[in-house]
């Protein structure tokens, strides 16, 4: 393998990686806080052991999170130097902004949260649980508008003389901060991770009931789990909506690999799973209207016109246009000093095609299919669980408000078998949303063996082997001092 | 506001963010005892907790400190982190195994026991301080890469910045100068580790041990920082003139330094609060002294020395192999409006710093003793 596949490896065993952690601390940064709060207002103890019980759960997880998302960070540069480069100007002011707002947020108020019982007043150690939470949450923020932005990078212009992509206004910078896909990300990925606190939280509740033990603990943990699991995959039904029209605007391809959609049209069909198709579902949930048209994967490659009227050219030309712009671009930095006035005449039959010039890059029209397998059965796996996830959490919600916990011990291993579930789902998502953008680092403008490092394969594949081994080491500790902590319970005295 | 004034200031943001980080390596140097033979599990234990309570800061830091490089000067981030590979994820490493050991170090079912989780916390308090000073050592002495712009435009190798050195980095253990600035770094951290133990945890033994530790520390730090001060001050230094080109220029760095009143005045100001840190933490029975004269004073060197690397027309990171690849303030920036907007952004700093100080005020206020280590129920 090249060191663009290694390089590839890499970075998505971080990001999954790093993913395993990030949900929970969402979720569980929630649910503690409810918790602390009752505590605050009720005055009742048994809330504070309760807070405290899935802090200790909270803490072990959040360290390993910490731990990897540096090495994203990191890889950005290591690993993907030329995308650093032509991206630095827009993508590094998020991730900036992500430091100074809500990194520090988190690192500060977490110390007084897990150690500041005794040193601080309720008060002042409620509002930091929940700016540690809160914290966390702009940190997804900042993330995802980096992230979105390469889905669909908007407020963006390609200068020659610096050859990259820049700001070229202030305005340009909103764009970039309210960029629809973002924003939809961001919902989409923060209640989702609502929804894997909210499983977690039930399911160990229910280990506690299926052992007879922590009895009240766990029916009004499972409660407040079970409440904000559904508030999450209400939310998670809603902004997936949502990015699912942003992918059929923004990213047709993606939308197309998804489905499976060799040959699209309007009154698309929405497959469930091969040979199981609902007629004109696909129009509706990607463009709202029965008569949408959705493009398949041989329209993109051939072209097609859009729901608005817009002429979309076909791959092969892009790539024709991508190649002027690129040779034009070597020309204009050729002469740009010694011709001047020759050189603007080069640079504006540049930006005639600059917009394709990512596509002079590739090598056939085919390279911009993503793996279609993979993405269509990590979308159904997405959904699927995700319903599965959210009608779980609807019976824990209606067995704990109801207290019709006993001899539910189906439910509760029904509930355990949903922790492997509910990670597997947020990884099927990841992968559809990063998958799916293949072969692009930025959407259109830079394919991935262009975004590359100057490194050879077999030093990255030795990294890839050395942060496997860390992974795997951090994972199996990780998952033993967890389940030692959950085993050793709460230790309350109420039952 | 002037691409030319948000230039400087977001230099003077990198340097600052430098200056806390190496300051805020206390926590790697403090780690550094958990080695220590003189030291007990209690002890140990107690340091830990001390640390414990800070690491996430000096972390965090890091990750803005790379973060606010990444935004404002983007060329260095492709390339140093694309070339120096192994430097950058050698110093990942240390530091991804120290994010998990407090957490893991203490708890059953860690399946490589207490001591290698201590082993790896004072893995990283020796490597990372080297590692940084060691790589900041190299704006000085330069790397082997070139950076090539028109590169983007070829279709079979478009990598606009190339390494030139096969070691990718680890070229820089044999630039015996820059290695001097790492060791110098370890010593540092060392001493600020062993002032912040003084003035956080609460027990007689270890600030007696800590005191001996700044004792042991303070001469071979200052024989080290004054030999590769001076070196730097006479070594050739990378200029930059008005129309861009880098040559070498005799004794760059001094007439830096000579031509910067207020850089001079933050080195002997830093100097001064750091040896009044060594004297209170090494002579007196002072606990907070020490630590915060020390503290400040690391600040204000290591801005100076970002200073001196980048500003008064000088190449900050300087490329041995293709000199005129070499990379300046002006040459590596972000635009205009990346850097105007993140201006706006840092006006909130202030307001980080007060919220930051305030939670460690209220933390601190008590020294960690070995009664809250053996009845706490929160700790590490």
């Known amino acids: 393998m090249d060191v663009v596949t290694w390089s590839r490896l890499q970075f998505a065993m971080t990001a999954a990686y790093h993913w395993l952690f990030v949900p929970l601390t969402l979720g569980l940064a929630l649910i503690m806080a409810i918790m602390e709060t009752l505590y605050v207002v009720k005055k009742d103890d048994f809330w504070r052991k309760t807070a405290q019980f899935w802090m200790k759960v909270f803490a072990i997880n959040f360290a390993v999170g910490i731990a990897t998302g540096i090495i994203l960070e990191f890889e950005f540069g290591t690993n993907w130097s030329n995308y650093s480069w032509f991206v630095g100007d827009m993508f590094g002011a998020p991730l900036a902004i992500e430091g100074i707002l809500a990194f520090f947020m988190e690192a500060t108020f977490f110390a007084v949260m897990f150690f500041g019982w005794h040193k601080v007043s309720k008060r002042f ?53 309210t960029n629809p896909v973002a924003v939809s990300k961001f919902f989409h990925s923060v209640t989702s991770g609502w929804v894997t606190g909210g499983v977690f939280v039930v399911a160990v509740s229910g280990w506690y009931l299926l052992k007879g033990r922590e009895k009240v603990f766990a029916r009004k943990s499972m409660l407040i789990g079970a409440l904000v699991g559904l508030v999450g995959s209400a939310a998670v039904m809603l902004s997936g909506d949502s990015s699912g029209v942003h992918a059929a605007e923004f990213q047709p391809m993606k939308l197309a690999a998804a489905e499976g959609l060799e040959n699209g049209g309007k009154r698309a069909p929405f497959s469930i799973v091969p040979g199981v198709e609902i007629p004109g579902m696909l129009s509706i949930l990607a463009t ?53 006035d020759s050189a603007a005449v080069v640079k504006a039959q540049m930006e005639k095609d600059v917009q394709y010039m990512g596509y002079g890059h590739l090598s056939k029209p085919e ?18 669980l995700g319903m599965l996830l959210a009608l779980m959490l609807l019976l824990a919600a209606i067995f704990a408000w109801k207290d019709k916990l006993e001899k539910k011990n189906w439910f509760f291993w029904l509930a355990l078998i949903c922790i492997p579930l509910v990670y597997i789902c947020g990884q099927c998502g990841w992968i559809v949303a990063e998958v799916g953008r293949q072969p692009w680092t930025i959407q259109g403008l830079l394919p991935v063996n262009v975004a590359i490092s100057s490194l050879s394969a077999g030093a ?36 | 506001m002037t691409y030319t004034f948000l230039q400087n200031y977001w230099w003077i943001l990198v340097s600052l963010l430098g200056g806390l980080l190496v300051a805020l390596m206390f926590v790697q140097g403090a780690n550094v005892q958990l080695i220590n033979p003189r030291l007990d599990g209690l002890k140990k234990r107690m340091i830990l907790n001390s640390t414990g309570r800070k690491w996430e800061l000096t972390f965090t830091t890091l990750v803005t400190f790379g973060g606010a490089f990444f935004a404002s000067f983007p060329l260095f981030y492709s390339t140093s982190f694309g070339g120096a590979y192994w430097v950058w994820v050698l110093l990942l490493v240390t530091f991804v195994f120290q994010a998990v050991s407090y957490e893991f170090a203490h708890k059953k079912g860690n399946l490589l026991g207490l001591k290698a989780f201590r082993l790896a916390l004072a893995a990283n308090g020796l490597l990372a301080p080297f590692l940084v000073g060691t790589a900041v050592g190299t704006f000085f002495t330069g790397s082997y890469f070139h950076v090539n712009k028109d590169a983007i435009a070829y279709r079979t190798s478009p990598v606009i910045s190339v390494w030139d050195s096969p070691l990718h980095g680890l070229e820089a253990l044999g630039q015996w100068h820059a290695v001097l600035l790492g060791l110098t770094l370890v010593a540092l ?83 001064t609060s750091l040896v009044t840190g060594l004297h209170y933490g090494a002579l007196t029975k002072s606990r907070r002294k020490g630590f915060w004269f020390a503290f400040a004073g690391t600040v204000l060197v290591v801005m100076a020395v970002f200073f001196l690397a980048g500003f008064n027309d000088t190449a900050y990171y300087p490329s041995i192999s293709n000199m005129q690849s070499s990379l300046t303030i002006r040459n590596s920036s972000s635009s205009y409006f990346t850097l105007l907007v993140m201006f706006w952004v840092s006006l909130l700093i202030p307001f980080v710093v007060a919220y930051i100080a305030y939670a460690w005020y209220k933390m601190d206020r008590y020294g960690i003793t070995d009664r809250e280590i053996e009845k706490s129920e929160n700790k590490y």
């Open chain 1, 367 to 384: 390279d911009v299919i993503p793996p279609v397998g993979l993405v269509y059965w990590a979308f159904r796996g997405m959904v699927g």
């Open chain 1, 460 to 495: 990255v594949k030795t990294t890839f082997f050395l942060f496997l081994a860390i992974f795997a080491l951090f994972l199996v500790i990780e998952i033993r001092i967890m389940l030692g902590a959950i085993k050793k319970g709460p230790k309350l005295t109420e039952d």
């Open chain 1, 288 to 340: 709202h209207s029965l008569d949408g048209y959705v493009p398949g994967i041989n329209d993109i490659l051939n072209g097609y016109t859009d729901n608005d009227g817009n002429v979309v050219p076909s791959v092969a030309e892009k790539m024709a246009r991508g190649r002027k712009a690129l040779d034009a671009l070597a020309v204009y930095r050729n002469i740009r000093e010694q011709y001047p």
């Open chain 1, 125 to 177: 150690h409620l509002a930091s649980t929940w700016l540690t939470g809160i914290g966390a949450t702009i940190s997804a923020y900042w993330i995802l508008v980096a992230n979105g932005w390469m889905q669909n990078p908007v407020g963006t212009t390609f200068n020659p003389d610096t050859v990259r992509s820049e700001m070229m206004s202030a305005q340009a910078f909103w764009e970039v901060v």
């Open chain 2, 189 to 271: 951290t060392i001493i600020l580790g062993a002032l912040y133990l003084i003035k956080s945890v609460d027990d007689h033994p270890v600030r007696k041990k800590m005191r001996k530790v700044v004792q042991l520390m303070a001469i071979p730090f200052l024989v080290l920082f004054v030999a590769w001060f001076a070196i730097l001050m006479f070594r050739d230094g990378f200029f930059v003139e008005a129309d861009g080109v880098v040559s070498l220029e005799p004794n760059k760095y001094l007439q830096n330094l000579l031509s910067m009143p207020a850089v001079m005045a933050m080195v002997l100001a830093g100097v």
